[in-house]
């Protein structure tokens, strides 16, 4: 067994401290939203980097951190995903999604054209791994790959979210011309998630079916 370090930077707060911290953090991801317009307003390489740190903190399977992000601000990288993108997108909304899912879709107000993909400042391609690579040494399988790769990207947004930065979600299927576009190992790589992430652009908007979320009766049992 490897050595054991003392735990030394937990904090232990009251039952109100505890109370008031949950409901504050409760507060802040209510104004997490998805949009789809964004400012071209240029954010910081370090704020990008520490959230992706930040990231990077999530736990995963036997600690191999099975992920890897690539931040794009490159104008002409970002040209070629929006390309490439609507390209696939444009298959999928005419007909490969199928009646019921585009139906679902409708009151999210989208479509083929993905504007936002060059306008935001950032794309951050997430991209999970099946082995881990060794210097010198024989590659390690990773352990619930697809489990860990979605805890950090969840986490990455709401660092994203945290430092003042608005996000979209956005997953083209299929989404293999990212390997390409960002240069990655085909054989131990697959392309997870793009994160569109930047400032919101004046009016932008968020759907208003958007903003319904479960009760606590519907999403969780206590028992």
Known sequence: MDKQLPLTDFIEYSEQQMLQRAQSFLEQAKRRHSIRKFDSRSVSKSIIETCILTAGRAPSG???????????????????????????????YNGRAGQQWLDDLKPLGTDARKP????????????????????GKADKNNYYVHESVGLA??????????AGLATLTHTPKPMSFLLDICKRDKDNERPYMLIVTGYPAK?????????????????????
């Open 116 to 135: 936002y993909l060059e306008e935001a400042p950032w794309l951050i391609a997430v991209f999970s791994q099946k082995r881990q690579k060794q210097q």
């Open 203 to 223: 009016g932008a908007t968020i759907p208003s079916y958007a903003i319904n979320k479960k009760e606590l009766t519907e999403l969780a049992s206590f028992i």
């Open 62 to 92: 036997a600690n191999h951190q099975p992920w890897h992000f690539v931040a794009i601000s490159s104008e002409q990288v970002k040209k070629q995903i929006r390309q490439q993108a609507e390209k696939i997108e444009q298959g999928f």
């Open 153 to 162: 990207t969840g986490l990455l947004i709401q660092a994203l979210h945290n």
